[in-house]
T-cell receptor, first 112, second 115 residues
Framework: GNSVTQMEGPVTLSEEAFLTINCTYT??????LFWYVQYPGEGLQLLLK?????DKGSNKGFEATYRKETTSFHLEKGSVQVSDSAVYFC???????????FGTGTRLTVIP | GAVVSQHPSRVICKSGTSVKIECRSL??????MFWYRQFPKQSLMLMAT?????????EQGVEKDKFLINHASLTLSTLTVTSAHPEDSSFYIC???????????FGPGTRLLVL
């Protein structure tokens, strides 16, 4: 079946620290992979995506590389800011399908 | 980006009553809308997919007679939880995509508490 496993939170970091949130997946075929972010009181927003192996998605200083050999899509940012405090969801979508499979979400809190 | 709203944001109801949740796409036409449910510390789980003007497609294990979905226009879908019970208490989230279906835009969610 299809599933996504991501690092349990919460994660608390100081401003300018390096962030990694691990995500691994199980899927048949070649899924597309996504990171969504949910800021307090708002809906999930697409942060970045990658549609094939070795693709790197990037946005707002965040990056994630689609690693087929390790079935991973870890989210990284070199220097986090207080405004990055949110819940981050890893997700996959099978080729040809339109529904998403989500991880449980990781809450990040960045302190000044 | 595209905006999706949900109403209400929070609802408390008595066991046995029905609750309707609205999902609206504010600035685009949503040919497809999705309804998810999220229990504490668990993933968002897809409940059903609805295309405008046709019956919703429910995921395995989701009772279609209990969770009534209507997608009567290109900007509005409703989820009605009929005869709600405490075990239906959850966070319900909708998303919408346009004809290209490349990106889903999510609403902020509705927290339902059934007493």
């Amino acid at each position: 079946g299809n599933s996504v496993t991501q690092m349990e939170g919460p994660v608390t970091l100081s401003e300018e620290a390096f962030l990694t949130i691990n995500c691994t997946y199980t899927a048949t075929g070649y899924p597309s992979l996504f990171w969504y972010v949910q800021y307090p009181g708002e809906g999930l927003q697409l942060l970045l995506k990658a549609t094939k192996a070795d693709d790197k998605g990037s946005n707002k200083g965040f990056e994630a590389t689609y690693r087929k050999e390790t079935t991973s899509f870890h989210l990284e940012k070199g220097s986090v800011q207080v405004s990055d405090s949110a819940v981050y969801f890893c997700a996959l979508r099978k080729t040809g399908a339109n529904n998403l499979f989500f991880g449980t979400g990781t809450r990040l809190t960045v302190i000044p | 980006g595209a905006v999706v709203s949900q109403h209400p944001s929070r609802v408390i109801c008595k066991s046995g009553t029905s609750v309707k949740i609205e999902c609206r796409s504010l600035d685009f036409q949503a040919t497809t809308m999705f309804w998810y449910r999220q229990f504490p510390k668990q993933s968002l789980m897809l409940m059903a997919t609805s295309n405008e003007g046709s019956k919703a497609t429910y995921e395995q294990g989701v009772e279609k007679d209990k969770f009534l979905i209507n997608h009567a226009s290109l900007t509005l879908s409703t989820l009605t939880v009929t005869s709600a019970h405490p075990e239906d208490s959850s966070f319900y989230i909708c998303s919408a995509s346009d004809a290209g279906q490349e990106t889903q835009y999510f609403g902020p969610g509705t927290r339902l508490l059934v007493l």
